[in-house]
């Protein structure tokens, strides 16, 4: 009940106002924005790379409305890629479709997403495909392979949700074609007819896509983590569960799948003991690195993944 109230009011225009022009709660929301400008965020993942870790930039932002606002958001996400090459930071790039015009013009999406997906391969970055709520998965899978069939990018990956009860099939032909994947439960609420209701089912399906993932894995044409930092592996387990982390580390070792292949991602913020703990165990760790100044949906929704998360927001409203 709780995650569906906090669900709803990130995407309540009237909470939206309320907390962005609220002074405790921008300062709470840093600790899981890595800021509002650019500049912050490379300072935020360069203080990542000297321990050790890698990161995914993010500006944050969905649902633009208008044709200009799309292109204008392509631009600044051009503007990361060309900050990525010259800062020599060890990053890599998320993009949510409908920053880009998704939900205005498919077309329109796609030719943003081009844009971007060129100037990263001039740059030899790598581009992943945020998936968003499920009225935008079939769209969002549309546009991914028309990139890879169509234009022949290579340098885009996608994000999979295992609350969905779809993400099987969908996981399975991604791996066919060697699609670079980040496995996530999903911070949406979404409804009992196309998605997993029950926690333990969402759990148990993350296992199992997991295990998916890391046999492709076993493979070795399968590739590593690159030397830089900037391209991850097929296999990117994204969670702060450790069960479903510990998973994987023991899957893999049983496969004799290594290191280099398991890349754990999890978000800026959140269990940093643990983030520091596995990369000293050398493993790739990634950390989503988001910032802008559209950070309400976004810290809405880590509220409602973890109690802890709104237990730290409430807390931190009352001290001095």
Not at 56 to 83: N, P, R, V, Y
Not at 149 to 155: L, R, T
Not at 174 to 199: N, Q, W
Request: glycine share 4%; hydrophobic share 40%.
């Amino acid at each position: 009940m709780l995650r569906s109230i906090l669900i709803y009011l990130s995407q309540a225009t009237w909470m939206r106002r309320l907390m962005m022009g609220w002074k405790i709660a921008r300062k709470v929301a840093l600790r899981f924005v890595a800021g509002e400008t650019l500049e912050q965020a490379v300072a935020a993942v360069q203080a990542l790379n000297q321990q050790g870790m890698f990161a995914t930039m993010d500006m944050l932002g969905e649902h633009t409305e208008t044709t200009k606002q799309a292109a204008q958001t392509a631009d600044s996400i051009i503007k990361i890629l060309e900050t990525i090459e010259n800062t020599g930071i060890k990053s890599g790039l998320s993009v949510k479709l409908t920053q880009i015009g998704l939900l205005i013009d498919e077309s329109l999406c796609e030719e943003n997403l081009l844009r971007i997906l060129r100037s990263a391969a001039e740059k030899k970055l790598f581009v992943r495909i945020d998936m968003e709520d499920s009225p935008c998965v079939d769209a969002t899978l549309r546009v991914y392979w028309k990139m890879r069939h169509d234009y022949q990018m290579d340098n885009v990956g996608m994000v999979i949700q295992s609350c969905l009860y779809r993400s099987e099939k969908d996981t399975t032909d991604l791996l066919e074609e060697d699609t670079r994947i980040r496995m996530v439960k999903g911070a949406y609420k979404e409804p009992p007819s196309v998605a997993y209701p029950r926690k333990a089912d969402v759990d148990a399906a993350f296992d199992r896509l997991t295990k998916m993932m890391l046999d492709h894995a076993a493979s070795p044409a399968s590739p590593v983590v690159s030397g830089d930092g900037r391209w991850p592996p097929v296999t990117a387990v994204g969670s702060h569960d450790k069960a479903r982390i510990d998973y994987a580390i023991a899957y893999a070792q049983e496969i004799g799948v290594p290191k280099e292949k398991v890349e754990i991602q999890m978000l800026h913020g959140i269990r940093r003991d643990l983030q520091q703990e596995l990369a000293a165990q050398g493993y790739p760790v990634r950390i989503y690195v988001p910032f802008g100044q559209e950070w309400y949906p976004y810290f809405m929704r880590r509220l409602a993944e973890r109690p802890a998360n709104l237990w730290f927001f409430i807390s931190s409203l009352f001290r001095k």
